[in-house]
């Protein structure tokens, strides 16, 4: 059953939340990200600083915004599976479709505008480190789509750490200057290592 439509008012909150954060990232490519006040950028997007906190509590959750979507991807792929596919099954289907899509998820994306954007993300100390918070919630979230307790609290840690790896790899490699089509053919074997190794150990749990 499909989901309902957000109503007018949880459609003017998130149009603020994505006002707000588009603003702010323009203004750190721009100049930086330490060199942008948190009261420029909420002058910037015609709200006060206040209300601005009031949506991002802190400075780098203006710049993690275009991850949110994302936080709960690993565990979307879980529940919405097929009924003949194991969770690990469809999280590689998952990765690999992404990898043909040249998804930015995966780090292989050369678009100019992803590979600013990453440059801010990746190159920002406090905003690598508020990243912790966004991998423990994913963690979470795809524990719960495994049936909870701690093997699967652990088998989702060890999943996100691999899709990050993988990612990470992409993204080096995109960034020293190769082209996607050289990296395709890696990264696909690649995430095929990386999820035969978690089959040994994560197997058929949660299906």
Excluded: W
């Amino acid at each position: 059953m499909p989901e309902p439509a957000p109503g007018l008012r949880a459609r003017k909150k998130q149009q603020t939340f994505d006002t707000l954060s588009e603003t702010a990232i323009a203004l750190f490519l721009e100049r930086g990200f330490d060199q942008v006040p948190v009261a420029e950028v909420a002058a910037a997007a015609g709200v006060s600083k206040p209300t601005l906190f009031r949506y991002f509590p802190a400075k780098e959750d203006l710049v993690l915004h275009r991850f949110a979507d994302h936080e709960d991807e690993a565990a979307r792929v879980v529940t919405g599976r097929a009924a003949d596919e194991t969770p690990l099954e469809a999280l590689r289907r998952d990765f690999l479709a992404g990898l043909e899509r040249q998804d930015p998820v995966t780090g292989l994306c050369d678009h100019p505008d992803v590979l600013a954007f990453q440059r801010l993300a990746y190159g920002t100390p406090s905003v690598v480190a508020r990243m912790l918070g966004f991998l423990t919630r994913s963690e979470e979230a795809l524990a719960a789509a495994l049936g909870g307790g701690t093997a699967a609290r652990l088998a989702a840690g060890q999943i996100i750490a691999v899709r990050r790896i993988l990612a990470e790899e992409n993204r080096r490699r995109i960034e020293a200057g190769e082209k996607v089509a050289d990296v395709l053919p890696d990264a696909r074997d690649a995430a095929g290592l990386a999820f035969g190794q978690l089959g040994s150990g994560v197997g058929a749990l949660g299906a």
